[in-house]
């Protein structure tokens, strides 16, 4: 009897183990043990990213996506691996993070693909002369920041790829700092009221500026570094070709899609699949010119004819991809963070210098842009305090820099520190420069206490989303 439950534990042991051939004297993985670890990951992942966001918004006022990019940090080895390495080894053996990274890629992707189905042409429209200023502002100064730290980050080792030139290195790392996280700017935006308002639209406008520019420097960087000219060109040609295509001819051939939704009153299971069928080649044609699929995904939801059909898309696709495959995303990217290499005082100072560079950067030249523009101390603050978080779109930007191998390991960690910092403050922040005197003022309604008008209804559900 011994014997047997003897071998029972140790066959219970066994089950996270490899059972393929040995192969270079290593044990190999079998599609039987991924497909093991990954349904015990999801559910790890999952429980942690509830409790965490739980946490999060009872004792720091965040919203749900903040701890779920607490969570990620959290799981990986700055934390988790540090406490219990041979228990988050054993639940995330590196042979099986390829198929991590797979669903993490696609449910990044789907998530852009929805907040391009959300976008509020009528925000650039309304307020597009009056958001230059600080849009401008908010672009300029981070890479101009950029160019003043980016040559002492690149005299230490680890920081960046080795000989990669000060031009890539200073756009990279200024389209880090000029990000703006519109999904977490529109979900404040509405949480506290200000969907209809000046200062809400200016912010949400001026946003998406900076977002675009950001992506479309990402999209240089990476179609110009470390594959030669003939890879350059296709991807710069290939990227810029998808986006007219898909403006000029792309928007028009969807339009009979959203009519056929129209026609039958829902977003039928043929035509999500159509959907999902275009979501993946555009994705895919955006990941083979040498971009990323992100692109593909986010151009062809701003592209999608708006009204029925992308309600019902956000009603079919939306629950899944926000709490079954983001969740994914933010732990592959909390597994390539490791805080333990950040491990100096000096890298420490750097970190630190990062953060308030990327703040000042930001918050400070939006307000002042702000302020030059006209707006009362209070109102700029407030909009150098939502302009500064960075949240998802940040955490998008350095995985892509990472898998790429821009930045190494040490960056991809300080960025991840400025991401989360500066997404939490956010809110609290605003709070405490615009939003408290506001509702004493009788401004603003009671936090949360507003319901947005009907025609706000695609920038709640990007505030659902991030």
């Given amino acids: 009897m011994t014997d047997i439950w003897n071998h029972l534990l140790r066959t219970i042991g066994d089950v996270m183990g490899a059972h393929g051939p040995t192969v270079g004297g290593v044990q190999s993985y079998v599609p039987g043990d991924f497909s093991i670890h990954f349904f015990l990951q999801i559910a790890v992942i999952l429980l942690t990213c509830r409790v965490v966001g739980w946490l999060a918004a009872r004792f720091l006022g965040q919203p749900q996506v ?16 540090l406490f219990f390495p041979e228990f988050q080894a054993a639940l995330f053996p590196k042979e099986t993070r390829n198929v991590l990274y797979v669903g993490a890629q696609f449910g990044v992707g789907l998530y852009m693909f929805l907040v391009g189905t959300t976008l509020r042409l009528d925000h650039f429209r309304s307020k597009a002369r009056s958001a230059f200023g600080v849009s401008a502002a908010g672009i300029v100064a981070p890479f101009l920041f950029a160019a003043a730290i980016t040559p002492f980050l690149l005299d230490i080792p680890g920081l960046f790829a080795e000989g990669l030139g000060q031009g890539p290195a200073t756009l990279f790392m200024g389209a880090c700092i000029a990000l703006t996280a519109f999904p977490m700017l529109a979900r404040i935006i509405n949480e506290r009221g200000l969907a209809n308002t000046s200062l809400g639209t200016l912010t949400l406008t001026a946003g998406a500026f900076d977002d675009a520019v950001s992506w479309c420097v990402l999209a240089i960087v990476l179609a110009t570094f470390g594959g030669g000219p003939g890879v350059a060109l296709l991807a710069i040609v290939g990227g810029v070709g998808f986006a007219l295509f898909m403006a000029v001819i792309g928007r028009r051939l969807l339009i009979p899609l959203g009519r056929a939704v129209e026609a039958r009153g829902e977003l039928t299971h043929t035509l999500l699949a159509v959907v999902l069928m275009l979501y993946a080649l555009s994705a895919f044609l955006m990941d083979a010119v040498g971009i990323h699929a992100v692109f593909g995904g986010f151009l062809l939801g701003a592209c999608m004819p708006r009204g029925l059909l992308t309600e019902e898309i956000k009603k079919k696709i939306e629950p899944m991809t926000v709490v079954f495959l983001l969740p994914m995303f933010f732990t592959y990217s909390g597994l390539n963070t490791q805080l333990t290499t950040v491990n100096s005082l000096s890298l420490l100072a750097i970190a630190l210098g990062i953060l308030l560079a990327s703040i000042a950067a930001k918050l400070g030249a939006c ?12 109102t700029a603050l407030g909009i150098g305090a939502l302009m500064n978080a960075r949240g998802l779109m940040e955490l998008i930007i350095i995985n892509i820099g990472l898998q790429k191998g821009i930045i190494g390991p040490t960056l991809f960690a300080i960025m991840v520190l400025m991401a989360i910092v500066t997404t939490v403050m956010a809110g609290p922040l605003f709070e405490l420069v615009y939003g408290r005197k506001a509702r004493e003022a009788g401004e603003l309604g009671a936090l949360g206490a507003e319901p947005p008008a009907a025609d706000a209804a695609p920038t709640v559900s990007l505030g659902k989303l991030a």
């Avoid at 307000?367 to 209070?378: I, M, P, T």
Wanted: charged fraction near 20%.
């Fill in 66 to 81: 903040v701890g779920e990019m607490i969570a990620g940090v959290v799981l990986g080895p700055s934390l988790f691996g």
């Fill in 367 to 378: 307000w002042l842009a702000a302020r030059l523009a006209g707006e009362d101390n209070r």
